[in-house]
C-alpha cells in the first residue's frame, strides 16, 4: 500500500504544549517521565531517551504542535509535495528541534503538526525507556480528521471503533510501522485527548508504576489492555490535566486490513474498565 507518511518512516519526535504555567509542568514532566530540563526560549526543554517534550505559556491542556520527525530528507519531500497536491496549506515550521526544511500544516481542528528532520545536536540522555510515541486528539468529527491525515496527507489506517449509528467514533492511523502514530477519538471537545509513552516490554510498565507510585502520582487508568493496538497500559495526569499513557507491546504493523470494533468497554480495556469518550 502505497503512503508517503509510512515510505518516510513518520515519527511522533516530539510535542509542544502550552501551559498557564509552565514552570511548574515542566518539572513535573521532567521528575515524573525521567527527563533533563532546560529553558528553551521562552520556555523549557525536557528530554529523556526518546522523548522530548516543550512547554511554553499559554492556555493550559493546548497543544502548541507535534513534530513528526522522517527518516531523510526524501522522504520529508515527498510528504510536502502529497500534502501540497492534496490543496494543504504548507505553514512555516515553528519548531527549533527540526533542521531547515521542516513545515507545518493545520488540521481541520486547528491542531498545527510539523514534519521535519530531527536535529541530533541534543541526544546524549539516560533515563528509563519509553520513547514518546503517539498523540491522540478529541474531536467533534472523526470522519473530517481521518479524512484529513489518511486520505490528504497520506496516514493509513489501522483500526476503527465503529458506534452503534455507524459512524467511527475513533480512528487509529499510523505513519510507520507502529498500530498507531496518531489517533482520534469522537468528544464533546476539540484538542489532545492524551499522549503516550512506548515502553516497549511489560516489565517496564512495572517501572513505570513504581517510579509514579514513588512520587505519589496516583494511575488514572489501568493497567489495562487496549484492543486495538493491544498494548498494555497505564495512564497518569499531569497538574494542567493532561493525560498521559505510558505503554507496551504496541501492535507492529507491516500490512494488513484495516479492522472494525465495536464501541464499548472491552474495545478499549480487555481487562476491564474503561474510561469511554462518546
Ligand atoms: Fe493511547
Known amino acids: 500500500m502505497s503512503s508517503s507518511v509510512v515510505r518516510a518512516g513518520a515519527f511522533l519526535h516530539h510535542l509542544q504544549l502550552e501551559s498557564a504555567d509552565p514552570e511548574r509542568l515542566s518539572r513535573f514532566y521532567a521528575e515524573a517521565l525521567n527527563m533533563r530540563r532546560e529553558t528553551a526560549g521562552a520556555g523549557f526543554l ?47 515550521s515553528p519548531s527549533p528541534l527540526f533542521a531547515e526544511g521542516a513545515f507545518a500544516v493545520s488540521d481541520p481542528d486547528g491542531n498545527r503538526i510539523v514534519f521535519g528532520l530531527a536535529r541530533h545536536d541534543n541526544d546524549e540522555t539516560n533515563g528509563l525507556h519509553a520513547p514518546l510515541q503517539h498523540l491522540t486528539l478529541a474531536t467533534f468529527d472523526v470522519a ?29 492511523m499510523r505513519s510507520n510501522h507502529e498500530h498507531h502514530t496518531l489517533a482520534c477519538f469522537k468528544s464533546d471537545r476539540q484538542g489532545v485527548d492524551h499522549h503516550s509513552y512506548e515502553a516497549g516490554e511489560w516489565i517496564r510498565i512495572r517501572d513505570w508504576a513504581d517510579r509514579f507510585g514513588a512520587m505519589e502520582i496516583p494511575l488514572m487508568w489501568g493497567p489495562g489492555r487496549h484492543g486495538p493496538g493491544n498494548n498494555l497500559f497505564i495512564f497518569i495526569v499531569d497538574p494542567d490535566g493532561n493525560w498521559i499513557e505510558v505503554s507496551a507491546e504496541l501492535e507492529v504493523i507491516y500490512d494488513r486490513p484495516v479492522k472494525h470494533w465495536p464501541h464499548g468497554e472491552r474495545t478499549l480495556n480487555l481487562w476491564g474498565r474503561a474510561i469511554l469518550r462518546s
Open 144 to 172: 473530517a480528521i481521518e479524512n484529513f491525515y489518511a486520505d490528504k496527507l497520506g496516514f493509513l489506517v489501522s483500526d476503527r471503533v465503529i458506534n452503534d449509528k455507524g459512524e467511527a467514533a475513533t480512528c487509529f
Open 46 to 92: 525536557c528530554s529523556g531517551p526518546g522523548r522530548k517534550l516543550l512547554v511554553t505559556r499559554g492556555q493550559s491542556q493546548k497543544l502548541g504542535y507535534a513534530g513528526f520527525a522522517c527518516r531523510d530528507a526524501e522522504g520529508l519531500a515527498d510528504i510536502r509535495e502529497n500534502a501540497r497536491k492534496s490543496g494543504i496549506e504548507i505553514l512555516p
